[in-house]
T-cell receptor, first 118, second 114 residues
Framework: AQKITQTQPGMFVQEKEAVTLDCTYD???????LFWYKQPSSGEMIFLIY??????QNATEGRYSLNFQKARKSANLVISASQLGDSAMYFC???????????????FGQGTTLQVKP | DAGVIQSPRHEVTEMGQEVTLRCKPI?????LFWYRQTMMRGLELLIY????????DSGMPEDRFSAKMPNASFSTLKIQPSEPRDSAVYFC????????????FGPGTRLTVL
């Protein structure tokens, strides 16, 4: 069964430092996509970054990068130069293409709350 | 381009009443998703549509929930009758594809059933 695990319920980081949010996934499908979303206290879900299972290079989007280790089934989000506005809940999610009923579904982890300290 | 639009943003109702949530996806997106977010269960997919056709409704909790997509620019999620345990934030999202395309979420509807 497909599953996303985020083991860090909460994290603190000092402003301007880098932080890594952990995500491991489980699927037997060879084709899948991994996503990170940010949910600030206002409640909206903001897409941050995407990594495809066949992508050879780690995805990057501005200050966000995804450390994709396929053999370990991990897709950690790295935020460089943290800002106060980065304080939010972060969700890792996966979508698979396997011809099963899970196709197209985004399966979310439980989320990690990040607090950036000034 | 406008993002995904949801209405109402907040809904407070009494147990037993009918609730209708509305969603307008991003133009050109063929997929529409309804999610529910609670503290206990996190984010869970209720149903999704492809080209207005329901593809997977296995996440719909029970017969009290129904969803429709009469055209490419409008979808509804209806709860009848509502119960206090339905209190949650309901998100609508849309995308161009599934596995390899990000989903764009609406602002959500915060539903409180008293």
């Amino acid at each position: 069964a497909q599953k996303i695990t985020q083991t860090q319920p909460g994290m603190f980081v000092q402003e301007k430092e880098a932080v890594t949010l952990d995500c491991t996934y489980d699927t037997s499908d060879p084709s899948y996509g991994l996503f990170w979303y940010k949910q600030p206290s206002s409640g909206e879900m903001i897409f941050l970054i995407y990594q495809g299972s066949y992508d050879q290079q780690n995805a990057t989007e501005g200050r966000y990068s995804l450390n994709f280790q396929k053999a370990r089934k991990s897709a950690n989000l790295v935020i460089s130069a943290s800002q106060l506005g980065d304080s939010a809940m972060y969700f890792c999610a996966m979508s698979t293409l396997g011809g099963s009923s899970n196709t197209g579904k985004l399966i979310f982890g439980q989320g990690t709350t990040l607090q950036v300290k000034p | 381009d406008a993002g995904v639009i949801q209405s109402p943003r907040h809904e407070v109702t009494e147990m037993g009443q009918e609730v209708t949530l509305r969603c307008k996806p991003i133009s050109g997106h063929d997929y529409l998703f309804w999610y529910r977010q609670t503290m206990m269960r996190g984010l869970e997919l209720l149903i999704y549509f492809n080209n207005n056709v329901p593809i997977d409704d296995s996440g719909m909790p029970e017969d009290r929930f129904s969803a429709k997509m009469p055209n490419a620019s409008f979808s509804t999620l209806k709860i009848q009758p509502s119960e206090p345990r339905d209190s949650a934030v309901y998100f609508c999202a849309s995308s161009r594809g599934t596995v390899y395309n990000e989903q764009f979420f609406g602002p959500g509807t915060r539903l409180t059933v008293l």
